[in-house]
């Protein structure tokens, strides 16, 4: 069964740092972008960060780039979100993601994958 476990959050003040893990099982992780997500009260889930495959091109929100940065370890099915100058307006839910795929005789089915999440608070 395909499974995304996250980790590594918790309550820092601004300017603080944390990193994120999402271990990943159950699935050929090594052939899959992986995305990171949050939601905030009352807003929508957004995209963080995704990272290709084989880690060659990654991808960041206007809103963090620069202060975050994603990574991932294929031989381990990890994947890390690093952030380091964290604001109040970081605080949210940050979920892993990736989406598989299965071929099939009628075509290719998709399938998403979330993990639980894990609460980062921002404040002083």
């Known amino acids: ?12 003040q601004p300017g603080g740092s944390l ?6 099982s159950g ?10 997500y949050r939601q905030a009260p009352g807003k ?7 990272i ?5 091109s ?3 929100a206007d809103s963090v780039m620069g202060r975050i940065t994603i990574s991932r370890d294929n031989a381990k099915k990890m994947v890390y979100l690093r952030m ?3 604001k109040p307006e970081d605080t949210a839910v940050y979920y892993c993601h990736t989406r598989t ?6 075509g290719d089915l998709y399938y998403d994958i979330w993990g639980q999440g894990t609460q980062v608070t921002v404040s002083s």
Do not use: D, K, P
């Open 58 to 60: 990654t991808n960041y």
């Open 44 to 50: 929508e889930r957004e995209l963080v960060a995704n």
């Open 101 to 106: 795929a299965r071929a099939t005789i009628e």
């Open 19 to 24: 990193t994120l893990s999402c271990a990943a």
């Open 84 to 86: 380091s100058s964290l």
């Open 27 to 36: 699935f050929t992780f090594s052939i899959y972008t992986m995305n990171w």
């Open 1 to 12: 069964q395909a499974r995304l476990v996250e980790s590594g959050g918790g309550s820092v």
């Open 52 to 56: 290709t495959h084989t880690g060659g």
